[in-house]
């Protein structure tokens, strides 16, 4: 028979993971001990090791939750069975807000991974990988042309790239909000799109990316 858990033992879970990447988002996973996130919640190591039986799983708790939510977005906007601009506008519009509640959980994604036991990381990469995909489908269906010259991929991680990084320069407040910059995002990145033209395809991966692994983000 299953042990059950004690009242509020997902409540104090929940919490030490946004602890967590709070810490890890400030400070770097590197520079962070569990003894800094013990303290940092209130708890004492070992009742930090009942949540958690080291620190590489609360890394990959912490990257796979935010990821879990953002496939939530991809599937959910999926479901809606929507043309390919509405589409791309509200996965843009959903990604936005979900990076505004998770910044620090974002900022662990984007820089921590690297950090991650191999079959953590493959897990957590294949889950950004899922997300990208989704989105390039999207501007496929919209610019086949673009499709068969070889340019879905990188415009898709072009615009991952406008909406990514947010979380290092901008700073929400009452002129311009994370809600207002969807819409601009999204505004930009159509303009440019309409701009864009056939070409032969383009000799655009580097080193890294033909092993699979990009820099940039959500497909690495």
């Not at 620190?55 to 959910?76: G, M, P, S, T, Y």
Request: with cysteine.
């Amino acid at each position: 028979m299953a042990r059950r858990r004690a009242p509020g033992f997902e409540i104090q879970r929940e919490q030490i993971l946004a602890e967590a990447a709070l810490l890890f988002a400030q400070r770097g996973y590197a520079s962070t001990s569990m003894n800094e996130v013990a303290e940092r919640c209130g708890v004492s190591k070992p009742a930090l090791y009942h949540y958690f039986k080291d620190k590489n799983e609360l890394l990959a708790f912490i990257c796979e939750e935010h990821l879990a939510r953002l496939k939530a977005v991809v599937l959910e906007v999926e479901a809606l069975g929507l043309d390919p601009e509405p589409a791309i506008r509200l996965m843009i519009r959903r990604f936005v807000e979900e990076y505004a509640d998770a910044q620090n959980e974002h900022r662990v994604l984007t820089e921590d991974v690297k950090f991650l036991a191999s079959e953590d990381r493959t897990r957590v990469l294949e889950g950004e990988r899922f997300i990208v995909r989704a989105l390039a489908a999207a501007v496929a269906r919209m610019r086949p042309d673009l499709d068969a010259a070889g340019l879905v991929k990188p415009l898709t991680m072009l615009l991952f790239g406008m909406i990514n990084w947010m979380f290092t320069w901008f700073k929400s407040g009452r002129r311009v909000t994370h809600a207002a910059m969807a819409p601009i995002v999204a505004d930009l990145f159509f303009g440019g799109l309409g701009a864009v033209v056939e070409t032969a395809p383009l000799a655009l991966e580097s080193e890294g990316d033909k092993d699979g692994s990009s820099r940039c983000g959500l497909d690495r």
